[in-house]
């Protein structure tokens, strides 16, 4: 017999309620985090859309939106701590509380190797795709632990854990993000904060132009599904990790890589 499944019937009934949430997207104008916006949305949370492209912001805004949700833009750099700090008290004060933070911003960086790669280039990825994650992890706690309840899901990457050639900085990037995770999740396992990763593998995003063709079917060789993901995909391990059902994993990194890697 065929089953005939009713999705948005499903979508309505699923555990992963976040009506009443709210959820702080980095990187949500694009990709995997405009993605994981739209998602967090469909399940009920209002949503902070924050990117340094303010016309890409304020679209994702509008469709959050359409789909009945209450969106805000906050187009800053994210490597400047004082604009963090103000996007935190910006969000409190405009959205009423502060439940889940999604880092999914980041550059890849200069496909090169590493002597061809300059100092400036190596802090500039690591700028973005680390300390930048690490300050929005920071001030997302105060709200957080005053609550005592919240959600932190980064982005790493697979190259966090195996590494990709031609792209060091993106690698030690990403591998530190992987860490900072599991040392933050251990600092507040003691209250109902929960913090964990993702390594995706190579995934469809326009993040994919800053890659050379050769670079991109490398990572795909990779993979034993032979593909790149989708950034749906992607979205729906972070809605998981976004929800309260999310009680018993912190400090983890999830594989969502086609098999690439599965630890």
């Known amino acids: 017999a065929v089953i005939h499944r009713d999705y948005n019937l499903l979508r309505m009934s699923n555990h992963f309620d976040l009506t009443g949430r709210v959820a702080v997207i980095t990187g949500g104008a694009r990709g995997i985090g405009l ?144 860490g900072m995770t599991k040392s933050l999740a251990k600092e507040v396992a003691d209250t109902e904060i929960r913090i964990n990763s993702i390594a995706p593998a190579v995934i469809q995003t326009p993040m994919l132009d800053q890659v050379s063709q050769e670079t991109i079917d490398y990572m795909v060789s990779k993979i034993p599904v032979g593909r790149t993901g989708k950034t749906e995909e992607v979205a729906a391990l972070v809605h998981y990790l976004a929800s309260d059902e999310c009680g018993f994993s912190t400090g983890a990194c999830f594989d969502i890589s086609g098999g690439r890697a599965t630890y």
């Open 35 to 178: 993605s994981a916006a739209e998602r967090l949305a469909d399940a009920g949370a209002s949503i902070a859309i924050v990117d340094i492209d303010a016309e890409a912001s304020q679209a994702a805004v509008k469709n959050i939106e359409q789909r009945g949700q209450k969106a805000i833009a906050c187009s800053i750099d994210l490597t400047d701590e004082q604009a963090v700090i103000a996007m935190t008290d910006e969000v409190c004060a405009k959205l009423g509380s502060y439940d889940i933070l999604v880092c999914a911003a980041g550059i890849v960086g200069q496909n090169a190797f590493a002597w061809e790669t300059s100092v400036d280039e190596w802090r500039k990825v690591l700028d973005v795709n680390l300390t930048a994650l690490w300050l929005c992890n920071r001030e997302a706690l105060r709200p957080m632990r005053k609550q005592n309840r919240g959600r932190i899901v980064n982005i790493a990457s697979i190259a966090g854990k195996e590494g990709n050639p031609k792209l060091g900085p993106y690698s030690a990037s990403k591998a530190g993000v992987i």
